[in-house]
């Protein structure tokens, strides 16, 4: 993805950049500078349809193709992520704030997801069992759902949407994606790498926008699949309303409120590096973060000095600095729910 340019990005829909059926927009900004990043369609309930329709159009053909044949554009995806490492930590830092060594990472576990996936394609699953018919055996195969609808969040803007399209696509469901609105120059780089990757039309599909249009994936009854990462609140609903459509399946990951346990014979110089780590990567903003840290009374005093002082040394900046620990918060909004939730703490007399 180049500059910005004088108009905004588009949605790939169907194997074609589109603006779609709004003329609204809104901004990716870096977290840490309040730079704007980009300007980017904003995805309706009538986007949301025509992509459904391509995706829906595009499944027969593709089902029918070998999974090795499916996976051959998986690879050329993997190649363009490992070559393009360091620009797009670069990307995943500046729109997400996490420092760049986590930036650099989040690309790694992205391409080893992809590599994974097409590997595996070389793999067919499927079970031979005897039956309780003298001289018969059952058989069972896996077979692709249909259309799948993802939506992904900010937090692993390139690893999380690979998690979630690379094995949907190697087992021949087509695509529907909704990136998260805090990082949609993520989304558009992956799906440059898509069509670069010449993946048939309506295959795989990218739709920019907020939570109206990720619903909309959600209650259309022409996706079989939800695969959704994000919060705990929205994933329960997300859950709901899939479990009131028949057929229809979910799989939700969601945040989660995480306790790290210091046992009296832990071994502190590893408790205090890894309680560290998991309390401020990432900002604290990942679903495995930790919230709270009980420590046996016998080794109490020792484990908060040594974690008091680190923490005082943790170093906060420019999360682009090979030296930095800890990068901003996503948004100012979320600032200010993390600093309501310390004072509630304090008032109810957190150690």
């Known amino acids: 993805m180049n500059d910005q340019t004088d108009e905004p990005y588009q949605h790939y829909i169907g194997g074609e950049w ?12 870096n977290p840490a500078t309040g730079e704007t990043l980009g300007t980017f369609q904003r995805g309706t309930e009538a986007d949301i349809d025509t992509a459904l329709a391509e995706a829906d159009e595009a499944y027969e053909e593709w089902r029918e193709l070998s999974h090795i044949d499916r996976a051959e554009y998986l690879w050329d995806i993997y190649h363009e992520l490992r070559e ?7 990307v995943v830092t500046k729109e997400c ?11 790694i576990e992205a391409y080893h997801m992809v590599e994974w996936a097409a590997g595996d394609a070389r793999h067919p699953k499927g079970d031979v069992i005897p039956s309780e018919i003298p001289a018969k055996d059952a058989y069972m195969r896996r077979k692709p759902r249909g259309v799948v609808g993802c939506i992904t969040p900010w937090n692993f803007p390139v690893a999380i949407p690979f998690w979630h399209m690379a094995v949907a696509l190697v087992e021949g469901n087509t695509v529907v994606w909704k ?9 558009q780089i992956i799906a440059e790498m898509f069509e670069d990757a010449g993946i048939p039309d309506g295959v795989f599909n990218m739709v920019q926008g907020f ?12 996706v079989d699949t939800v695969l959704f990462t ?12 899939v479990a009131q459509q028949p057929g229809k399946l979910a ?11 210091i046992t009296e014979e832990a071994d502190l110089d590893i408790a205090v590096h890894s309680a560290l780590m998991t309390s401020f990567k990432t900002t604290g903003q990942r679903c495995v973060s930790s919230e709270r840290i009980v420590v046996h009374e016998d080794v109490y005093d020792e484990f908060k000095d040594r974690y008091v002082e680190l923490a005082k040394n943790v170093s906060v900046g420019d999360p682009l600095d090979e030296d ?20 509630l703490a304090k008032k109810e007399g957190v150690n």
């Open 84 to 90: 393009r490492t360091e620009e797009l930590a670069e």
């Open 230 to 241: 994000g919060s705990a609140e929205v994933g329960h609903e997300v859950a709901e309303k």
């Open 97 to 107: 704030g996490k420092e760049i060594s986590e930036g650099r990472a989040d690309v």
């Open 18 to 29: 589109t603006d779609g059926e709004s003329t609204e927009t809104f901004d990716s900004e």
């Open 211 to 222: 939570g109206d249009a990720g619903a909309s994936i959600v209650e259309d009854e022409r």
């Open 251 to 261: 799989a939700c990951e969601m945040g989660g409120k995480n306790n790290v346990v």
């Open 324 to 343: 930095t620990f800890m990068g901003p918060l996503i948004e100012a909004g979320h600032k200010e729910k993390v600093t309501k939730y310390a004072e």
């Open 179 to 187: 990136p998260a609105e805090q990082t949609p120059w993520c989304g």
